[in-house]
Structures are given as C-alpha cells and as structure tokens.
C-alpha cells in the first residue's frame, strides 16, 4: 500500500533530496583547501554549504575562499570526521576570533610576612 503525504507535511531529514551544488566555505591547508567546519546552537559539529555566492558572502563576508560541491561529496568528505550534519544557508554566524596579542600577565599575589 502507497501511503500519500499532504503538501503540509515536513518530510523526516532523511527524505529530503539532495541539496545539489553547494558553495561550500574552505581554508587554505598543507595540502590545499580544506572544508570549514562549523557548530550548530548546540554544539554539535556540522558541515556548511550555500545555495548561492551571494548567500555564502552575505553570511561569512567577501574575503571568505569557497569551492563547488555536491551536497553528497561533502557528506562524504566530513564523515570519516563524524560528521553526519550537512546546514544549507545558516544565517547567523559568531564572528571568527580575532588573533591572539600579547597579554599582560596578571600579577601572583605577593604574600606579605609580618615578623613582629
């Protein structure tokens, strides 16, 4: 028996087709790019793609290196990592932290004797 969905219904993640070619943001590494990883609200590690150059800019800026994948090639390339989550257009973003400077050392604190 064929069971018919409603056009309301949300399918499960699992029934959804693939996203297609997805721009997908990279670093520079040793042996050339490398996919960016990010985390979910929750912590979770997750794979990013967008549907658009322009989404991609909008959310991580200009200066920001991508390359063409397929949503399932990404699967693939972050699962050996375990990496299950693929997100499509996260809108919001923590900003990258900023490099690391010098500090001033907080000082120990001096314990004063008191011979009397």
Same mark, same amino acid.
């Given at each position: 028996?064929?069971?018919?969905?409603?056009?309301?219904?949300?399918?499960?993640?699992?029934?959804?087709?693939?996203?297609?070619?997805?721009?997908?943001?990279?670093?520079?590494?040793?042996?050339?790019?490398?996919?960016?990883?990010?985390?979910?609200?929750?912590?979770?590690?997750?794979?990013?793609?967008?549907?658009?150059?322009?989404?991609?800019?909008?959310?991580?800026?200009?200066?920001?290196?991508?390359?063409?994948?397929?949503?399932?090639?990404?699967?693939?390339?972050?699962? @050996?990592? /375990?990496? &299950? *989550?693929?997100?499509?257009? !996260?809108? =919001?973003? #923590?900003?990258?932290?900023? @490099?690391? /400077?010098? &500090? *001033?050392?907080?000082?120990? !604190?001096? =314990?004063? #004797?008191?011979?009397?």
């Amino acid at each position: 028996m064929t069971q018919h969905r409603s056009g309301d219904d949300d399918p499960e993640p699992s029934d959804r087709p693939p996203a297609g070619p997805l721009y997908v943001p990279v670093r520079p590494g040793p042996c050339g790019c490398a996919a960016r990883l990010f985390r979910t609200p929750l912590g979770d590690r997750t794979a990013v793609g967008f549907s658009s150059a322009s989404r991609l800019t909008a959310t991580l800026g200009a200066g920001q290196a991508w390359i063409r994948l397929a949503e399932p090639a990404l699967r693939a390339l972050t699962a @050996p990592l /375990g990496i &299950t *989550t693929v997100t499509v257009d !996260p809108q =919001l973003t #923590a900003p990258a932290p900023g @490099p690391v /400077g010098t &500090t *001033t050392p907080v000082p120990a !604190p001096v =314990l004063a #004797a008191r011979i009397g």
